[in-house]
C-alpha cells in the first residue's frame, strides 16, 4: 500500500483478504471468525501482524496484541484504523 493513497476500511479489508486467501486456499467474509474455525494459527497470526505493521504503518504492541482483536478481518480493520488516528494521548511531567 502506497503512503499517498488514503487508508480505508475497504483497502484494509482487501488488503487482509488477499493475504489470508492466499494463505488459506479459502474464500473469506470479513466476520469470519479466523481462530476458531481453524484458518490460522498462533504462528500465522504473527505474520499477520508483520504484514498489518508494515502495510499501513502502525504498530502493534502491549494490550493490541490480543487475540480479540485478530479474530476476524472486521477487528483487524477497526485495529488497524484505530491506530493510525492521531494520538490524543499527552505526556505529562
Known sequence: MTTDAPVTPEAIQASLLSLLEARTKTSLTTDQELFASGLVSSMFAME??????????????????????FRTVEKMTALVLRLREPSTVTSGA
Open 48 to 69: 499477520l501482524v508483520v504484514h498489518m505493521e508494515q502495510t499501513f504503518g502502525v504498530a502493534i504492541v502491549g494490550p493490541d496484541l490480543k487475540l480479540d482483536n
